[in-house]
């Protein structure tokens, strides 16, 4: 059945990385007691999990693959940047609670341009991070159950989109880090900021 947009989804979900030699490996999950809830036509999701999330109905089962094109796009070993560690002196001392190997971090650029970048290594003349995002180059394999899928409301659409415009803090703009599109003048750490630790970005396919 062909839906319009602006359908609220609710969705409880595993989503696994499919490796070369077909191996699975679980990246993520929802429950029942907090499913994954959004208004289509948003850009919240990915836009072909959109698409195969609204082949379903209320109470239906999926299960698709989402391929790199479909997803989160190529992994780019450009996206890998070394930035001074004076970026992030903070009180005069290196911030190690929130950078160390592992750690997502917020950058922003010479334009306040934000972006989510991993740390993959800390030296004595820099720090070296990934902005690719972290499933770049990953096949996808969505499974789960639709919990609700209907016509939002016109109160619940106005809501979202204050809550869109209103500036919240980490509220999607995840989406296009993959191809660490705007970092080119990182290398040497010019023009950086941080922000401290980049948690509730998550996969930022919601």
């Known amino acids: 059945m062909e839906k319009s947009q602006n359908r609220f989804i609710s969705a409880v979900y595993q989503l696994y990385t499919i490796a070369q030699d077909g191996s699975k490996h679980l990246e993520e999950q929802t429950g029942d007691e907090r499913p994954f809830e959004f208004i289509t036509g948003f850009g919240l999701a990915l836009e072909q999990f959109e698409k195969e999330i609204l082949k379903h109905d209320k109470g239906d089962s999926f299960d698709f693959i989402l391929e790199p094109?479909?997803?989160?796009?190529?992994?780019?070993?450009?996206?890998?940047?070394?930035?001074?560690?004076?970026?992030?002196?903070?009180?005069?001392?290196?911030?190690?609670?929130?950078?160390?190997?592992?750690?997502?971090?917020?950058?922003?650029?010479?334009?306040?341009?934000q972006f989510m970048a991993k740390v993959v290594k800390i030296e004595a003349d820099g720090v070296t991070v990934d902005t690719n995002h972290p499933l770049a180059g990953k096949r996808l394999n969505f499974t789960g159950e639709i919990k609700e899928n209907r016509e939002a409301t016109d109160e619940e659409v106005q809501?979202?989109?204050?809550?869109?415009?209103?500036?919240?803090?980490?509220?999607?703009?995840?989406?296009?880090?993959?191809?660490?599109?705007?970092?080119d003048h990182h290398d040497k750490g010019e023009g950086c900021d941080h922000h401290g630790k980049g948690e509730g970005c998550g996969h930022c396919h919601h």
Do not use: S
């Open 69 to 113: 094109a479909e997803a989160f796009g190529d992994y780019i070993p450009e996206g890998k940047h070394k930035l001074n560690r004076d970026i992030f002196i903070v009180n005069g001392r290196f911030d190690k609670d929130n950078i160390y190997e592992g750690a997502v971090i917020t950058l922003t650029d010479n334009e306040d341009h």
């Open 159 to 183: 809501h979202l989109i204050k809550h869109l415009t209103g500036g919240c803090e980490g509220c999607g703009g995840c989406g296009h880090h993959g191809n660490g599109e705007g970092c």
